[in-house]
């Protein structure tokens, strides 16, 4: 039995003393099910996106009706302006034969993850730290690729994107992947390249010297740039050592000969 859900993510803000309302569609491709739904807190696990759900309840102001598939919410005039992460969890089940002694139950999960700001005036602090940007200090660059890794921190009051880059020796550009990230976490970046998600790395087998890479990055709409650099140092050894030990061997070979003939 296979779920799916729309929207899959809701990302909004609200005035308190607002109200906002939200249709949901569910699809099952399997038997006739019976949903329920519920929902809870979570909490992010660890630093690669992950989540948790908790057993903390929301408040009373944010509704789910069933029948109709609604969230409502509509936070009262002295709502705190903090964010809220919620998962919207829907549940099926398929119903049992009676008439089958060797029925079972089987059921599936899915959810909707909600991203809500309560702000009076939109008007919300937004800042962020970086944690780690780094690369190695020296590399094959026959063998492997330089990997880098990037890990950004939410030091403010409200989730949000990165929105940036690393520009390598002033040249290549590889774009961040525009990773949420919330308040008081930490999160591993990764990039995006033809908007596919990829590791950040830069891949060039006969890249020889100093290369120096920055990174550059704002967060949503705020003007304030981030910036942060390393230097790595590139030289093909595998490759050099291969084509010495030819040149040697070939040397070797041309002194062998000369030494057959002379004797």
């Known amino acids: 039995?296979?779920?799916?859900i729309s929207p899959p993510i809701l990302e909004l803000m609200i005035q308190p003393g607002k109200t906002v309302k939200q249709t949901y569609a569910i699809s099952s491709y399997g038997n006739n099910t019976n949903l329920t739904s519920k929902l809870v807190y979570f909490v992010a696990d660890g630093?690669?996106?992950n989540i948790s759900l908790t057993d903390s309840k929301v408040p009373d102001w944010i509704s789910f009706d069933q029948k109709s598939l609604t969230l409502t919410i509509s936070p009262p005039e002295n709502a705190?302006?903090?964010?809220?992460?919620?998962t919207l969890v829907f549940t099926t089940e398929s119903p049992i034969d009676l008439t089958?002694?060797?029925s079972t139950s089987i059921s599936s999960q899915i959810g909707s993850n909600i991203l809500l700001?309560?702000?009076?005036?939109?008007?919300?602090?937004?800042?962020?730290?970086?944690?780690?940007?780094?690369?190695p200090k020296i590399v094959d660059s026959f063998l492997s690729p330089i990997r880098y890794?990037?890990?950004?921190?939410?030091?403010?009051?409200s989730y949000w994107k990165p929105n940036g880059k690393i520009i390598i020796n002033n040249d290549k550009i590889i774009k961040l992947a525009p990773f949420n990230v919330l308040s008081n976490y930490k999160r591993n970046i990764s990039c995006l390249e033809d908007e596919n998600l990829v590791d950040c790395k830069l891949q060039n087998k006969f890249v020889i010297g100093k290369i120096t890479s920055k990174l550059e990055f704002s967060i949503d709409?705020?003007?304030?740039?981030?910036?942060?650099?390393?230097?790595?140092?590139a030289f093909p050894f595998i490759l050099t050592f291969v084509l010495l030990l030819l040149l040697i061997i070939y040397k070797f070979r041309g002194i062998l000969k000369i030494w057959r003939k002379r004797k």
Not at 1 to 4: A, D, I, R, T, V
Not at 118 to 135: H, L, Q, Y
Not at 150 to 156: D, E, F, K
Request: no cysteine; proline share 2%; hydrophobic share 35%.
């Open 80 to 86: 705190e302006e903090v964010d809220h992460f919620m």
């Open 47 to 49: 630093n690669w996106g």
């Open 1 to 4: 039995m296979k779920l799916s």
């Open 221 to 233: 709409t705020d003007p304030k740039i981030y910036k942060a650099e390393t230097v790595t140092y």
């Open 149 to 157: 890794s990037l890990t950004l921190a939410n030091t403010g009051n």
């Open 100 to 102: 089958n002694q060797n």
């Open 117 to 135: 700001t309560i702000s009076k005036d939109g008007n919300i602090k937004k800042s962020a730290e970086i944690i780690e940007f780094s690369a």
